[in-house]
């Protein structure tokens, strides 16, 4: 269903930039260049003020103020990597990388991943982690969450289907890699199962643990529950082991233009990694990010 609305918006967008530029190019060649690259790069504006936004509200937070010049490389940063997330790989290939979950003996005892996107994104927001996964001869799911708008706590069946397919692909419990609202599908999941026995680690990138400011413009039942120090977050800790945060490494960035005050990306108890000068869905495909997320494919249960 996302697909497809992307592509639907991606090409509509395309026809309606190419259409000025065509139907003006006679009569003002200056208005239809103008007009077209209005049309195709306005979402930098949008970005541009994310931005600013994001410096003033994070004043009053703990973790470090971005310098000027950090909010304009992730403003490039996020510029150069929604494109090819939004109008590319979520709309036109989702599935470029199926999921490794066979019963190949070459898998059995080499730990695998199961990946969970965020708000507004299907599993092609994880292509290029696929791609480098399946290189690696390892088990991977990366799960559609749907519907799209409902409530995170209706994601934790997919997620616990996910994770026992891996687990029964290689006979141990998965890598969890989880991008912005799926860290607290995440969350939700292990709440319900109780299932920390059966997750090896569990690795949050831009996830609003405790909210993101922008959530307030956000309408569907999974936007109001990520909304700052909502009702639905302080549940998903209520009478939890003590230890369960010490199964999370959550990556934060001080320039992150969704999820902000930045330290509202944090848990407590976890092991929280600050980038600085990393736009949200940029973080996500960061070597540094990439490489330690994998490193812990090696380690011991935490």
């Known amino acids: 269903m996302l697909a497809q609305l992307q592509r639907f918006i991606t090409l509509a967008l395309i026809a309606a930039a190419l259409g000025?530029?065509?139907?003006?190019r006679g009569s003002s060649p200056v208005l239809a260049v103008a007009g077209f690259f209005v049309i195709a790069l306005g979402y930098t504006g949008f970005l541009a003020i994310e931005f600013l936004l994001l410096r003033h509200i994070n004043k009053s937070d703990p973790a470090p103020l971005p310098t000027w010049?950090?909010?304009?490389?992730?403003?490039?940063?996020?510029?150069?990597?929604?494109?090819?997330?939004?109008?590319?790989?979520?709309?036109?290939r989702t599935n470029a990388v199926p999921d490794?979950?066979?019963?190949?003996?070459?898998?059995?005892?080499?730990?695998?991943?199961?990946?969970?996107?965020?708000?507004?994104?299907?599993?092609?927001?994880?292509?290029?982690?696929?791609?480098?996964?399946?290189?690696?001869?390892?088990?991977?799911v990366a799960v559609n969450l749907e519907p799209l708008f409902g409530s995170i706590d209706d994601y934790a069946p997919q997620i616990d289907e996910a994770v026992r397919q891996v687990s029964q692909a290689t006979g141990m419990a998965p890598l969890m890699v989880c991008h912005s609202m799926g860290g607290l599908a995440a969350r939700a999941w292990l709440k319900q199962m109780k299932a920390e026995a059966r997750v090896h680690h569990v690795v949050t990138i831009g996830t609003p643990?405790?909210?993101?400011?922008?959530?307030?413009?956000?309408?569907g039942h999974n936007g109001r529950q990520m909304r700052l120090l909502s009702d639905w977050q302080a549940q998903l800790d209520h009478e939890m082991p003590a230890d369960r945060h010490a199964l999370f490494t959550c990556w934060y960035s001080n320039c992150d233009n969704i999820v902000f005050p930045t330290s509202t990306a944090t848990l407590a108890g976890a092991d929280n990694r600050l980038v600085r000068g990393a736009a949200h869905v940029q973080m996500a495909f960061l070597p540094e990010v990439?490489?330690?997320?994998?490193a812990l494919l090696e380690s011991e249960p935490t």
Do not use: K
């Not at 510029?79 to 036109?92: G, I």
């Open 20 to 24: 000025w530029l065509l139907y003006f």
């Open 69 to 92: 010049r950090e909010l304009l490389r992730a403003w490039v940063g996020e510029t150069l990597t929604a494109p090819r997330v939004f109008c590319w790989r979520q709309p036109f």
């Open 100 to 140: 490794r979950i066979s019963t190949d003996a070459m898998l059995q005892g080499r730990r695998g991943v199961v990946f969970v996107h965020g708000f507004f994104c299907n599993r092609g927001l994880w292509t290029p982690w696929l791609s480098r996964v399946q290189a690696s001869g390892r088990a991977f």
């Open 209 to 219: 643990h405790r909210g993101t400011w922008l959530a307030r413009f956000g309408h």
């Open 290 to 294: 990439m490489n330690a997320t994998l």
